[in-house]
């Protein structure tokens, strides 16, 4: 495979394996280096993989189960239109003052700043004492609670004075959405959101059970915070996160026993050398919410040939080399996860979907008849020009360049002659956003820690998003005679609290989205999580275990989640 050569490089820069301390626990993540990193989650290139050793949510939801486990929030009470969080009493930021109500109060209005719906769904956040908050919703659909229980908490009230009282002055106006506010204020809001982005800390500082206490260009150190709640379950006094500027390096990591957890992809041999080299390491698999595929541009690419492209593809030879720990999506491209389709599509309504499972003598027919012709192995469109077709891939991506390079071979052998192009991290957004490709490897569903599936198909129908830029689709769409407004609806559904309406307008997405011929899923992607028993965590639950799925969260969230409550 392509990558041994870089991991034979990458083994030699990781050298041999250091010292174990029984006491400092190992892990991988990345970051912008100093002296552009920086501890502003708001502010680009910020945190990087500190965000869950240092920050903390409400609760850590945990899908398989529906439990919410108690992080800086204790329980929490339902009734009529409200929810009331009853926080922890013994937390504390790392500088040891106390945490309240109105700190996790000023970080959620904080949000708004960043559009975050919180504001739409929420009328109210009362501050019921020092360590007791009510949401009184405004709509109250079964995103709710994942929409704000889960969000990090960065910030005591005391330290963005400003831009809180602006945040302040838009609520008490009733407004749902900065857009709906006067000039002046948006302006205000304008202002305030940019002293956000201005603040410039050296490292970040919140509530978690690791404080950092330095950062560099190779590794993060963390010391346990002694005042968390929780810190008498962790038995280290230190954290080392080791710097994974690509997957050879975090390979080369683990081939040397030097980490005891991370999340990465990593090809099926390889990581059977890895457990065989160390029988210590275990592997957990637990589905992110994410499906992987590629974005067929409406604005490059006609119709027919999008469809034939689909059809042409065999998805599940593609995904058990790029990602072969995923689920094959080898039917249709619903914009809904294969595993959530039966709760929110009807039997009846799936049926209308026909499979476009890997047909080549279908994709063939479909270009023929739409007046191409295939001249000596080579495909010409209607005009008598060969074919010639570009995949995009975000650079840094080894699993989506791979994927790119088997579906670019795969329409190559079918006649169209394909290459791929590797665009920079930082122009890729610009380049899709622009439309300026073909057809390009990226995320498609991103369901993430949501209940419902607007979150997925928001992604490709929210104004505004990459991939709905992307796409290049009118926002006035036809399904089934009925005409509507793809925007509109999407956001609608994001407040729709009747389940028979809500199943409608995932009907009408999804099936917009299948008969616009615009996304290719190729797979539903599984995350493998690294972690070694032994010999400085002890006592790690099995692969299957619930709290697992809580990676659609975060993955280092999970992790300490793991140690925190599952061992």
């Known amino acids: 495979m392509k990558g041994w050569l870089p991991l034979?490089?990458?083994?030699?820069?990781?050298?041999?394996?250091?010292?174990?301390?029984?006491?400092?626990?190992?892990?991988?993540?990345?970051?912008?280096?100093?002296?552009?990193?920086?501890?502003?989650?708001?502010?680009?290139?910020?945190?990087?993989?500190?965000?869950?050793?240092?920050?903390?949510?409400?609760?850590?939801?945990?899908?398989?189960?529906?439990?919410?486990?108690?992080?800086?929030?204790?329980?929490?009470?339902?009734?009529?239109?409200?929810?009331?969080?009853?926080?922890?009493?013994?937390?504390?930021?790392?500088?040891?003052?106390?945490?309240?109500?109105?700190?996790?109060?000023?970080?959620?209005?904080?949000?708004?700043?960043?559009?975050?719906p919180v504001g739409e769904f929420c009328s109210r956040i009362e501050v019921v004492d020092r360590l007791t908050l009510r949401f009184?919703?405004?709509?109250?659909?079964?995103?709710?609670?994942?929409?704000?229980?889960?969000?990090?908490?960065?910030?005591?009230?005391?330290?963005?004075?400003?831009?809180?009282?602006?945040?302040?002055?838009?609520?008490?106006?009733?407004?749902?959405?900065?857009?709906?506010?006067?000039?002046?204020?948006?302006?205000?809001?304008?202002?305030?959101?940019?002293?956000?982005?201005?603040?410039?800390?050296?490292?970040?500082?919140?509530?978690?059970?690791?404080?950092?206490?330095?950062?560099?260009?190779?590794?993060?150190?963390?010391?346990?915070?002694?005042?968390?709640?929780?810190?008498?379950?962790?038995?280290?006094?230190?954290?080392?996160?080791?710097?994974?500027?690509?997957?050879?390096?975090?390979?080369?990591?683990?081939?040397?026993?030097?980490?005891?957890?991370?999340?990465?992809?990593?090809?099926?041999d390889l990581t059977a050398e890895i457990q065989r080299k160390n029988p210590n390491y275990r592997v957990a698999l637990p589905p992110d919410g994410n499906e992987v595929g590629f974005i067929l541009n409406s604005r490059r690419l006609a119709p027919e040939l999008r469809q034939a492209l689909i059809l042409a593809l065999d998805r599940d030879a593609v995904r058990r080399i790029a990602f072969p720990y995923g689920e094959t999506v080898d039917d249709r491209g619903l914009g809904v996860l294969a595993s959530l389709r039966s709760k929110w599509l009807t039997a009846e309504e799936l049926s209308a979907f026909q499979a476009r499972s890997h047909q080549p003598e279908q994709a063939r027919q479909t270009l023929e008849q739409a007046g191409y012709r295939l001249v000596e192995g080579r495909w010409q469109d209607p005009t008598g020009q060969p074919l010639a077709l570009t995949v995009t891939c975000r650079g840094g991506y080894t699993d989506f360049i791979l994927m790119a390079e088997v579906a670019a071979a795969q329409w190559d052998k079918f006649g169209i002659a394909t290459q791929i192009r590797v665009v920079p991290p930082d122009l890729y957004p610009t380049l899709l956003t622009a439309g300026d490709f073909q057809v390009t490897a990226t995320f498609g569903v991103m369901h993430g820690r949501f209940v419902t599936p607007v979150a997925g198909l928001e992604r490709f129908f929210?104004?505004?998003?990459?991939?709905?830029?992307?796409?290049?689709?009118?926002?006035?769409?036809?399904?089934?005679?009925?005409?509507?407004?793809?925007?509109?609806?999407?956001?609608?559904?994001?407040?729709?609290?009747?389940?028979?309406?809500?199943?409608?307008?995932?009907?009408?997405?999804?099936?917009?989205?299948?008969?616009?011929?615009?996304?290719?899923?190729?797979?539903?992607?599984?995350?493998?999580?690294?972690?070694?028993?032994?010999?400085?965590?002890?006592?790690?639950?099995?692969?299957?275990?619930?709290?697992?799925?809580n990676v659609v969260c975060g993955a280092e969230q999970t992790f300490l989640d793991v140690l925190l409550f599952d061992r």
């Open 8 to 116: 034979a490089l990458a083994l030699l820069l990781v050298g041999c394996a250091r010292t174990v301390d029984p006491k400092v626990l190992r892990a991988g993540g990345d970051w912008s280096p100093p002296p552009a990193y920086h501890g502003n989650p708001f502010g680009f290139g910020g945190v990087g993989a500190a965000y869950h050793f240092v920050f903390e949510p409400l609760f850590s939801y945990v899908p398989e189960t529906g439990q919410w486990l108690p992080r800086l929030g204790l329980s929490y009470e339902d009734e009529d239109r409200t929810t009331t969080v009853h926080l922890r009493p013994d937390n504390h930021w790392h500088d040891g003052s106390p945490v309240t109500a109105e700190d996790v109060r000023a970080n959620l209005l904080l949000l708004i700043l960043r559009g975050h």
């Open 136 to 268: 009184h919703w405004r709509y109250l659909t079964e995103d709710v609670k994942t929409m704000v229980f889960a969000e990090l908490v960065y910030f005591p009230a005391k330290a963005f004075p400003g831009p809180l009282a602006v945040v302040e002055d838009f609520r008490r106006l009733g407004l749902r959405r900065e857009q709906e506010a006067p000039a002046e204020l948006q302006r205000r809001m304008a202002e305030a959101r940019q002293q956000l982005l201005r603040y410039r800390p050296e490292m970040p500082s919140g509530t978690g059970p690791f404080r950092m206490t330095r950062v560099t260009a190779s590794e993060m150190v963390f010391e346990k915070f002694a005042q968390h709640p929780l810190a008498s379950r962790l038995d280290y006094d230190q954290l080392r996160v080791f710097r994974i500027g690509s997957n050879e390096v975090g390979w080369a990591m683990l081939l040397s026993n030097q980490l005891d957890f991370v999340a990465m992809s990593c090809p099926i």
């Open 462 to 549: 929210y104004p505004g998003n990459e991939v709905n830029k992307a796409m290049g689709l009118p926002p006035r769409l036809e399904v089934d005679g009925q005409r509507f407004s793809s925007d509109q609806l999407i956001r609608s559904l994001r407040r729709e609290e009747d389940p028979a309406r809500l199943r409608r307008g995932v009907y009408l997405l999804s099936r917009a989205l299948y008969d616009e011929a615009v996304y290719l899923p190729v797979f539903e992607k599984r995350n493998p999580m690294f972690y070694a028993e032994g010999p400085v965590v002890h006592g790690w639950p099995d692969g299957h275990d619930p709290t697992w799925s």
